[in-house]
């Protein structure tokens, strides 16, 4: 292929199915949001995401700008709460769209939590890089990391 658009589009529904089987493996739950299926595990929803095609720092994910109302509602709805603001937002002042923002998907339940699984792979190397934890989304699509943890990545041969 020449685009690589294809192949992560691809690697992230693979990823996310994956991710759904082992937990039917396990016995945990597996809750569908929207035609995508997401693992469940202990009241903490898997949301895989790959955020680069080459080795690049979890710091400088980010957000596509294009990204759709669903994956920016799982974050602000079940990610966590954002870290100390300069100002509250008062009551008067929100609007219906931010309120859908944080309102909780009834599929997974108003007290599921967000475990972000953030990776850097591409078509001939595979994943480079892959961190899971807590990602706060912040207004510019950046993310702040109350918690993270780097996975050690396997390298697996292609068939």
Known sequence: MKKRSPYGVTLAGVVRENLAEMARELG?????VRGYEYAV?????LFPFRYADKPR???RARLPANVSPTRRRLF????????E??????ADLVTEEYLGLHEAFEELGASTRLV?????AD?????HLIYWGEAHLEPDRTFTWPYKEPLPVTPVPFE
Do not use: C, K, Y
Not at 123 to 127: K, R
């Open 76 to 83: 602000q709805a079940h990610g966590p709460q954002s870290p």
């Open 28 to 32: 945990e739950p597996v809750r569908d």
């Open 57 to 59: 720092a979890l710091e």
């Open 85 to 90: 603001g300069l100002f509250e937002v008062d």
């Open 41 to 45: 595990i202990n009241d903490h929803a």
């Open 116 to 120: 972000s699984v953030f990776f850097t």
């Open 123 to 127: 078509a001939e190397n595979g994943i």
